[in-house]
Structures are given as structure tokens and as C-alpha cells.
């Protein structure tokens, strides 16, 4: 009887092993010659686009119109993460709460975190908001590496897409020429876009906003724009009358006319502000792929350039 | 190594030529009417200015140093960790940073102010529990400090991470889970190895302070083995299968010393428990998923007390899981629903009252739906029935709402009623059971992941 039993406990994890072994088939890519590419966002799935053309094929996780911070680690991203031969992140703790499970569960060696195919983009970009002194979360959900946002400084873009044609030329050191070269006009096409950017927001330089979260510093900075508060009190916390009410007598006080607020959050608060200051709400776009129209990193500035500057003519 | 050897040297010199700099200051003040006196002072003077020339130089050079260091040096820490052993395809990419411009404000590659190297992401959970009410079956403490789990979690190496998380209770403390896994092996497999919640089912997986309610289901108390279910030492070897075009296929295998709770007792060193998980899951929208389990688990009945020979006393469990949930992403942080359904089987091996070999089978499922209704409130139910593993003709029925408020993503309080039909063994009947369980969460240190 005991030797029977014992017989069957092994078959029994015999078997269960077996099932897993037997069922091995090469996941692993074929000689495909485009590299795989997955980004965290869509920005940054933009830029590889830009550099890799049509060597490379690029997908995001997360949506152009998706809050960055809360993205679910479903598991249908495990399949292309565990294909993908470079893995490209915001960094900085932005995607904490959702892509380290992702990468370890993906089983893919190439993209494990310090691996050659795990590239973190804000170690090339201009990082703001560095906390100086301690950190602590009564300031709400800060990034204590400094603010993850970066990518909306056009200058960044270009600094990360020269991260990116490095590291594309390492992986295929035979197509160097076309990556450099698509570098190149990349450069070229943001610096002539840069002088039309600037040209339309000259006229608005030092305006003061207010926005939703701080997903701003770095475009505002570049842009010259002024920001000067936040619907949320602290970041990551919802917003609370209190701090409602001084908002509004803060932008009645310095005449802040314009709220800028992302897609992913909700507007009653950001209209009702609106309607106490005579201030207008304009939904500004923080990634690509956030509106339809929004195809590349490019178009990302047109939009958000646009709707600010229908923004601050009509409130003027 | 050298690069550190280097940045050292700098800092020591620099620092020596602060420290021949201060003593030499007061000196231009000692004035005195002596011209060999005055000949030393201003040899000395002109000391000082060149050796403050000197460490003006190697001040920028350091900068400059730091500067061209930055990429690699200001990683975020779980990065240092990985690059501990660079490899030659990383430090291409480091050597080829940012377009070299360095203006006194700019800061590539976030903090190193901050970093803290080597050490692991800690958190700590604490998990404060009330109730009120009346339960004569299993009643609970008025107030308890149910669970304070601290939680450290590091990559090792470039093969390998380690998550480990220690539950000290209101009665001593206890590994809840500590193991390595494995990320680098070919075939795409993962294994991991040490204590863990096995992958039995779904609710078995969460530890308590990420469940949707204050409490675990009936069910999981009746053929699970109490609150920490499948909770055991071993091995598990999981990987993704070939799947139909949109489906997600995981098959999971661990085996388990065989010592968990009230459910598996190891007699003898080879009375090993299994335990087997086949996940499927589709994307059904981009808001909406479908998410299916099978489990199967083995192991020898915990809790015989008379048996002669223990070791031919088996337990099997089936189980099977259904979740479905919606978030749509544009309203990702305001609104989501989830329905989760787990049905769970047993086939207890055991003694009769009257010392006869017998097998129970017992059946017990919990029904869970919750919706969020905006960024701070939450709604949940639970429908919960089981029979008894040891028993199985007896039913136990309970039903539970609950509503949970969030301060911020990093407290969180709940409350929940709980009705419940259970059987009651000393008297030997059913008897209701009305209760109001508070629940004050709060959460330190790093941001762990959102469980899925």
C-alpha cells in the first residue's frame, strides 16, 4: 500500500514536470532580421521608430493616453516582452508600480534590468526636480530620481535618440551607416520643427499655468512657460477643497488664465477652477499616440504647441 | 574599479590641499615688521594662491570627471545592482552619453544624492485589524495588530532576483515568502526556489494586505488550509506555452516539502507535495481581460491522528479560476470593475470516527465582485459556501460587503460586513454569525508593484 502511493507521488511530479518540458518548443525569435523593440511609452517608441526605420519593429506597453504610473502587467505583454530583443524604459521609478513584474516574468534574459537589451532612457535625458534633502512621501508620491516627465523637452528627445542610435549600432554593427544616417535627418528635422515651436511660443514666453500633475517641468522649461501650481496638492493626491480654494485665489492673484491638464484625469475640478477664474482647461497631450492624429514625437509638439496657443489667444 | 581608484585619489589630494589652504589663511594676518618675516609671508602667500589655483583645477577636473561618469554612476539603484558586472555591450552605451554639454544646472541620469548602492528595496506593511460582533465558530480579537510584513526585494546578480518577506504576527514571525528567481535560463524558463505561496489558484497567490477584503474566503479556511493556504518550501518552474493567436498560455510545476498549514503534513522526508497551475488568459478589449486557471495539488492529509501509517493519507485538490475584469485606460485611476469566481474540490483521505479509511469529498467556491467607483472609493461583495474537508456534508455560507477608502496609493482603509451560516461543532448545530471588521492598512518604504 505505502509503495504504491510513494509510486504515484512520483509519477505525479514526474508527470507535472514532464508536462512543462514536453511542451518546450522554441519561443526564441527566428533570423529575423528586424530587431524587436518594445518601450515602456509611446514616446520613446516614437524615437526608436525615428533611428531604427524600417530595421526595427517597435511596440509600446502603455497607451498614448494611459496614465503612465498605473498600467496593468497584463499578461498579454509577458508574450512580446519575452520576444523582445531591447527593452526601452522612462526610468526614474515611473513605471515602479508595473514593469519590474513584467521583466522578471518575461523570462528574457536580453531584457533583464543592467542586461545589454535593457536601455534606461533618462540616463541620456536632462533630469528636473531632483529633490534636494530628505524625501518623504508627505509630498505625496514624489520620485525621489527626479521627475520622470522628461521627454516633453524636444532636447531630451534628441539626446535619447542618440542613446538609441548607440545602442541600435551595437546590436547591428552592419547597418551603423542607415542608423547614423536616420539620425542624422532626425536631428535635422527636430531643429528646423524646434525654430517653428519656439516661434509660435515666443509670444507667450513667462506666462504663468497651472497644471493637473507635474508632468510639465521639462516642457515648460524649454517652452518658457511658467508654472506656478497644481490642481493635485501633492502629487498622486486626488485634489481636495482646500486646496482648491487656495488655487483659485493664487491664480486670481497672479491672473493665471490657463490649466493644463492630462488625459487620463478627471475634469470637474480643473472646470470648476476654470469657472472661478475666468481660466480656460486645455487637455494637452503628454504622449504620443494620446489623440489619434498624434502619430509621432513631432506631431506630439504641433498638437500640444497648438491647442496652448488657441488656449492663450482666447484668454487674452 | 580603476575609475573609483581614480576618483578617490582626486578627492584625497584635493582634500589635502584644502587642509595645507586653512592653516596658511590666518598667516597673512600675522603681519610683522621683519623683512625676512615679510619675504616668508609672501613666499607662503604665493603658495597658497598657487595651491589654490591647483585645487580650483582639480575641482573642475573632477566635475568634469563626475560629468563624463554620470551615465553609469547616476543608474537608479536596482541598475548598480545589474551592473555590478558590466558587460561589453553596457559600457559601449555608457561611453557614448549626451550630447556634451554641461551648463552648471544640467543633471543627466536622475539622483545619485539618493542612491542607496547596494542596499534592497525595503518596504514594510502594516496591517491593523477590528472587529465587532458576534461569531461563536472562529471568533477574532477585538483589536490586532494582524500582520506587519516587511519586504525586501534586489536583483543578486545578472541571473537572478530575490524577493523576501517576513510576516511578524501577533504571535511570532514567519517567513511568508523568501525565494530566488532565476530570469536567465534558456527555453525561456523560470524557476524559483525557496518558500513561497504556491501557485494554486488565484487568492492563494495575494498576500493578505493586497486581497480585496479584510479577511480570506471561507473556502480557503475550510480545504485550503487556513489563512496562508499553500505556503511552503520548494521549487517552481514555470513557462509560457504555445497558445492559440490572442490567448496567453503559462504552465506552472512546483514541488513542495509537503508541510503547509492544516492541509499537508510530511510524515517522512519523501512524502514531497505538488502542485500544478495552467493559467489562460485574452485580452478580450483594451479595457477588458479574461483570465482562466486550473490547479491541481497533492500532498499527505495534515491533522490524522491516529493513523498507523500517515504517509498513505492523501489529500488532491482541484481548483479552477475565472476572473474578468474592465478598466477602461483613459479612466484607468477612477473607474474599474473585476469579477472573480474560484471553485475549489477536495478529496481528503482520512480515519472515520468509527477508524475506517475513508475519502471526503468536500466542494467550496467564493464569488468576489468590486468596483471602483472613483479615485478614492471602492464597493466590493462576496458570496462565500464550503463544505468542510473533513467533513464534508457540512456547509458553511457567508456573504460579505465591503467598501474600501483610499487616502493616497500608500494607506488605505476598509470596512466590511461579514454574515455567516457556519456549522458549529461543540453544539452541534448552524449558527449565524454578524460581524463589522475594520481594517487600517499603511504601507513604507519602496513602491512595490500592483499585483495583477
Known amino acids: 500500500m505505502p509503495r504504491l ?302 491647442k496652448l496657443k488657441k488656449a492663450f489667444d482666447e484668454t487674452h | 574599479m580603476k575609475r573609483f581608484a581614480v576618483l578617490s585619489a582626486l578627492l584625497l589630494f584635493s582634500s589635502i590641499a584644502h587642509a595645507q589652504e586653512a592653516p596658511s589663511a590666518p598667516a597673512k594676518r600675522d603681519v610683522s615688521p621683519a623683512n ?116 525586501m526585494q534586489a536583483i543578486i546578480d545578472p541571473y537572478a532576483r530575490a524577493d523576501a518577506f517576513l510576516s511578524f504576527g501577533e504571535t511570532g514571525v514567519n517567513v511568508e515568502e523568501a525565494y530566488i528567481t532565476f530570469t536567465s535560463l534558456p527555453a525561456g524558463l523560470l524557476l524559483k526556489v525557496g518558500k513561497m505561496r504556491a501557485a494554486f489558484g488565484k487568492v492563494n497567490t495575494i498576500h493578505n494586505h493586497a486581497l480585496p477584503f479584510i479577511d480570506r474566503p471561507l473556502v480557503t479556511n475550510n480545504l485550503v488550509g487556513g489563512e496562508d493556504g499553500i505556503d511552503d518550501a520548494g521549487l517552481s518552474l514555470s513557462r509560457f506555452l504555445p497558445a492559440p493567436k490572442n490567448w496567453f498560455l503559462e504552465g506552472t510545476a512546483q514541488v513542495f516539502r509537503g508541510d503547509s498549514d492544516d492541509l499537508f503534513r510530511a510524515y517522512r522526508s519523501q512524502d514531497l507535495s505538488v502542485v500544478g497551475h495552467l493559467r489562460a488568459y485574452r485580452d478580450l478589449s483594451e479595457s477588458t481581460n479574461l483570465d482562466l486557471g486550473v490547479s491541481y495539488s497533492r500532498g499527505n492529509s495534515a491533522g490524522l491522528q491516529t493513523a498507523s501509517n500517515p504517509s498513505a493519507f492523501f489529500t488532491n485538490l482541484y481548483a479552477a479560476d475565472a476572473t474578468l475584469r474592465w478598466k477602461p485606460l483613459r479612466r484607468a485611476i477612477y473607474h474599474s470593475f473585476l469579477l472573480r469566481n474560484e471553485f475549489f474540490w477536495s478529496a481528503r483521505d482520512q480515519l472515520s470516527p468509527a477508524n475506517f479509511f475513508q475519502t471526503q469529498h468536500a466542494f467550496g467556491f467564493y464569488s468576489n465582485a468590486e468596483y471602483r467607483a472613483n479615485r478614492r472609493w471602492t464597493l466590493g461583495g462576496r458570496f462565500d459556501r464550503s463544505g468542510r474537508a473533513t467533513n464534508a456534508s457540512l456547509t458553511d455560507t457567508g456573504f460579505s460587503g465591503i467598501l474600501t477608502y483610499w487616502p493616497s496609493e500608500f494607506s488605505q482603509i476598509r470596512g466590511q460586513y461579514r454574515y455567516g451560516h457556519l456549522w458549529d461543532t461543540p453544539n452541534d448545530r448552524f449558527t449565524n454569525a454578524n460581524e463589522f471588521l475594520f481594517q487600517f492598512l499603511f504601507v513604507m518604504g519602496a513602491h512595490g508593484a500592483h499585483p495583477f
Open chain 2, 36 to 151: 625676512a618675516e615679510d619675504a616668508r609671508m609672501k613666499a607662503l602667500e604665493d603658495q597658497v594662491r598657487m595651491l589654490a589655483g591647483e585645487v580650483a583645477l582639480l575641482r573642475s577636473e573632477l566635475k568634469e570627471f563626475r560629468e563624463s561618469k554620470s551615465p553609469e554612476q547616476l543608474l537608479p539603484p536596482q541598475l548598480l545592482l545589474a551592473s555590478a558586472h558590466p558587460q561589453p555591450g553596457m559600457l559601449a552605451s555608457v561611453a557614448a552619453p549626451a550630447a556634451p554639454q554641461t551648463t552648471q544646472t544640467q543633471t543627466f541620469g536622475g539622483a545619485s544624492g539618493n542612491a542607496k548602492l547596494l542596499n534592497p528595496d525595503i518596504s514594510l506593511i502594516g496591517d491593523f485589524i477590528g472587529t465587532a460582533g458576534r461569531n461563536t465558530v472562529s471568533p477574532s480579537p477585538s483589536l490586532q495588530m494582524h500582520e506587519t510584513e516587511v519586504g
Open chain 1, 5 to 306: 502511493f510513494t509510486n504515484t507521488r512520483l509519477t505525479a511530479i514526474v508527470l507535472s514536470l514532464a508536462l512543462v518540458f514536453a511542451l518546450l518548443c522554441p519561443l526564441t525569435g527566428s533570423a529575423d532580421s528586424k530587431i524587436r523593440i518594445m518601450t515602456a511609452t509611446t514616446d520613446l517608441a516614437s524615437l526608436a521608430q525615428e533611428i531604427g526605420g524600417d530595421k526595427v519593429d517597435v511596440e509600446s506597453v502603455a497607451r498614448g493616453y494611459q496614465d503612465p504610473h498605473f498600467v496593468d502587467p497584463k499578461p498579454s505583454f509577458l508574450l512580446k516582452l519575452s520576444k523582445a530583443e531591447l527593452l526601452i524604459v522612462v526610468g526614474l521609478e515611473l513605471e515602479i508600480g508595473w514593469l519590474p513584474p513584467l521583466i522578471t516574468q518575461s523570462s528574457n534574459p536580453r531584457i533583464q534590468v543592467g542586461a545589454p537589451g535593457y536601455f534606461d532612457a533618462s540616463r541620456f535625458a536632462k533630469i528636473l526636480e531632483l529633490p534636494t534633502g530628505q524625501v518623504t512621501r508627505a509630498e505625496g508620491d514624489v520620485h525621489p530620481l527626479g521627475n520622470p516627465h522628461y521627454w516633453l523637452d524636444p532636447d531630451n528627445g534628441l539626446r535619447i535618440a542618440k542613446g538609441i542610435q548607440n545602442k541600435l549600432t551595437e546590436m547591428r554593427s552592419n547597418d551603423a551607416a542607415y542608423f547614423a544616417q536616420r539620425y542624422d535627418a532626425f536631428e535635422q528635422r527636430l531643429k528646423q520643427s524646434e525654430q517653428q515651436w519656439q516661434a509660435q511660443m515666443k509670444p507667450y514666453a513667462g506666462r504663468k499655468v497651472v497644471t493637473y500633475h507635474r508632468s510639465w517641468p521639462n516642457f515648460a522649461e524649454h517652452f518658457g512657460l511658467n508654472v506656478v501650481g497644481y490642481v493635485e496638492p501633492r502629487p498622486g493626491i486626488p485634489p481636495s477643497p482646500q486646496h482648491t480654494v487656495e488655487l483659485i485665489g493664487q491664480m486670481k492673484r497672479d491672473g493665471v488664465k490657463i490649466i493644463m491638464v492630462e488625459p487620463y484625469f478627471d475634469l470637474k475640478t480643473p472646470n470648476s477652477i476654470a469657472r472661478e477664474t475666468a481660466a480656460q482647461v486645455v487637455v494637452l497631450m503628454p504622449s504620443v499616440g494620446g489623440e489619434k492624429e498624434i502619430t509621432d514625437y513631432f506631431k506630439l509638439f504641433d498638437y500640444d504647441i497648438a
